[in-house]
């Protein structure tokens, strides 16, 4: 060995301190040495970020069942969801709230003093009878509440975190995972972290569009690694756009804002949803409210003709509005100077979610394939993973129980199978190949810009492969991505020093992006029909006959292969997809 690296051994190496993350190191370090590896500061994941709730038929407030929430994951899905996860997490989820309140987690209460529940998209009493109150939540700022509870028992149990630590490699061998390599940001040096067992718990990759709610640091970064390691990707044409962006920056309305009485409106000044979803209207799924959208602004309803609708909660007392929205309408007040109480809010659909990523079992297990192979010692959990509950659509507040739940199962799986995994040195070659790519980024002397190259991809990703998608759309996308992969190899950075250089934190982080870009618009072409978040204009029907299945696809050399797995019913047949 040359340089200074330095080598670190644990049990148990999580990838990311969002709330799969934590809640995986959780439970990892009852029985094993953790440590938790991030980008970012621990607690500043994308999980501080979610506003609206997390779901659980609790039935504080109306009567509610895990049965019910079991059904409407699986319709929200389009039926691509997988029941025996779905069935998994529903079942989970009221012990799951029940554990984060005893761990800390400060609730909104209702007058009685129980854990208050409002109304989200898709969650419905009596298999759609009509809206059910199913979200529990911190006011709009649920997620923050979550992860300093969680971060506060991670360092009751000693487990050791190594904040803006950005991880490079996950190293697998044979079928192996051996664990990973990461550049320390502040002093420029790669650390080795050895281990038996690794958690990718990293988060989505929102930013290969133009118009995200997502942090800057949702790059997918691990999703892209693994791809190149040779292992698939699954469900990757899915990804959710929001309905209510703010208009031209595309900061996040929780839904919990309709949950709460708001509804959409178009220049007409008409409630539109009622036509697209009669019974439960503006609290409808996320893909066929974002579709109801955009399908008015092309119908030259937007607001003044513009493309953007209105969000109106002018109807709704100031009171609840600063009790239970606070952070969405301090939002409007600085981004866009409007005061919700007073006026509506000009929204657009906004990149959102991963309904897609890193396949895995029930129990956080990593596939190989679609044979359900699996890779010895590598987890995932949390957005970056597919187990699949999500299918083709999410449905609000069920990420945050996703993240907690499966965070959970991936560690418990760890403490099963921990007897039969070994810590190994990772080999210098790996090191080394890795060191390279480091150096050779900063000594590139080539002319092209990063942001230039980024912000043309995000644009094309917008333009041709977003809420709806044409054969013709997806071909130009998919062209335009790998002249821009090209270009990307020829990027030279002003920045040549090692310590806290983000320039080539971007640079590593663009060919991550470039990769996923690449990965949604081949899967988005093969799947030749419309399902949930992927909508076809040349094939707008869904085909349940062609199309149960989900999509794996694989990366070898220059080419994408594509393997397909058939969905798991349980329960509920696919049936016709009314609101
Ligand atoms: C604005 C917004 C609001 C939302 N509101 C809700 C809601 O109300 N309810 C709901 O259910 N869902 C909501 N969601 C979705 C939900 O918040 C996320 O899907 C979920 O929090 C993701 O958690 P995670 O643990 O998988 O990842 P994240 O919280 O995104 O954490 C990822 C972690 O991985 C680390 N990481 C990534 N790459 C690397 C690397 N290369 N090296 C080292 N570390 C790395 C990051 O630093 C971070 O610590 C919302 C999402 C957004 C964007």
């Not at 079942?91 to 208050?116: N, Y």
């Not at 051996?178 to 281990?195: K, Q």
């Not at 990804?239 to 009485?261: D, K, M, S």
């Not at 919700?340 to 897609?356: C, D, F, N, Q, R």
Request: with cysteine.
């Amino acid at each position: 060995m040359k340089k200074d690296f330095f080598r670190h051994s644990f049990d148990t190496v999580i990838i990311g301190s969002g709330l799969a993350g934590l809640r995986a190191a959780l439970e990892a370090s009852e029985f094993s040495k953790v440590a938790v590896l991030a980008k970012m500061y621990p607690t500043r994941c994308h999980s501080t970020a979610a506003q609206g709730g997390i779901a659980a038929a609790l039935g504080n407030e109306e009567p509610d069942s895990p049965e019910w929430h079991y059904y409407d994951t699986t319709k929200g899905s389009d039926f691509l969801g997988d029941q025996d996860a779905i069935e998994v997490m529903c079942e989970d989820a009221i012990r799951t709230v029940v554990e984060l309140e005893h761990m800390g987690v400060p609730f909104s209460r209702t007058q009685e003093g129980k854990i208050a529940q409002r109304r989200f998209g898709g969650h419905t009493m009596e298999f759609g009878r009509a809206p059910v109150r199913r979200a529990c939540y911190s006011a709009d700022r649920t997620g923050h509440a979550i992860v300093f509870a969680l971060y506060e028992q991670c360092q009751l149990r000693n487990v050791h975190f190594f904040p803006e630590f950005h991880v490079l490699d996950i190293v697998i061998e044979d079928g192996i995972c051996r664990g990973v390599i990461a550049l320390e940001i502040a002093t420029g040096r790669i650390h080795i972290f050895s281990s038996k067992a690794v958690v990718v718990a990293s988060g989505g990759y929102g930013r290969v569009f133009k118009t995200t709610s997502n942090a800057h640091a949702s790059t997918g970064d691990c999703l892209s690694i693994l791809l190149d390691r040779g292992l698939p990707l699954e469900d990757m044409e899915f990804f959710q756009f929001h309905p209510t962006g703010l208009y031209g920056l595309g900061i996040l309305i929780t839904e919990g804002a309709r949950g709460e009485g708001g509804i959409l409106i178009n220049n007409k000044g008409e409630r539109f949803m009622e036509r697209y979803a009669p019974t439960i209207k503006d609290l409808a799924p996320r893909d066929m409210v974002s579709r109801a959208i955009l399908s008015e602004v092309k119908a030259g309803r937007g607001i003044n003709g513009r493309d953007y609708v209105h969000l109106d909660l002018t109807h709704i007392p100031r009171k609840i509005i600063e009790e239970r929205l606070p952070e969405i309408s301090t939002f409007c007040k600085i981004y866009l100077g409007i005061d919700p109480s007073e006026k509506p809010i000009p929204v657009l659909p906004t990149a959102h979610y991963a309904m897609g990523g890193i396949p895995t079992d029930i129990d956080g297990r990593v596939l190989m394939d679609e044979t359900g192979r699996t890779v010895v010692g590598l987890y995932a959990a949390g957005e970056c993973a597919c187990v699949s509950v999500h299918g083709a659509n999410r449905l609000g507040c069920n990420s945050l129980l996703d993240t907690v739940v499966f965070g959970r199962r991936a560690g418990k799986a760890i403490k099963k199978d921990i007897k039969n995994l070994s810590l190994e040195d990772i080999k210098d070659e790996e090191i080394d190949r890795t060191d390279s790519i480091l150096e050779s980024l900063l000594n590139s002397k080539g002319s092209e810009k990063i942001g230039d190259i980024r912000e043309r991809m995000q644009e094309v990703m917008m333009d041709d492969c977003s809420v709806f998608r044409h054969e013709d759309t997806i071909r130009q996308a998919i062209d335009e991505l790998e002249k821009l992969s090209l270009r990307a190899e020829s990027i030279s950075l002003k920045d040549r020093t090692r310590r806290f250089n983000t320039e080539l934190l971007e640079a590593v982080e663009l060919r991550h992006l470039l990769n996923l870009a690449q990965a949604v618009a081949r899967s988005a072409l093969q799947r030749r029909e419309s399902r949930g978040a992927h909508y076809r204009e040349d094939y707008p029907k869904r085909d349940d006959q062609s199309w149960m299945k989900h999509t794996f696809v694989f990366k070898r050399e220059n080419d994408w292969k594509f393997t397909y797995k058939p969905v798991v019913i349980k329960r509920f047949q696919p049936e016709e997809r009314r609101y």
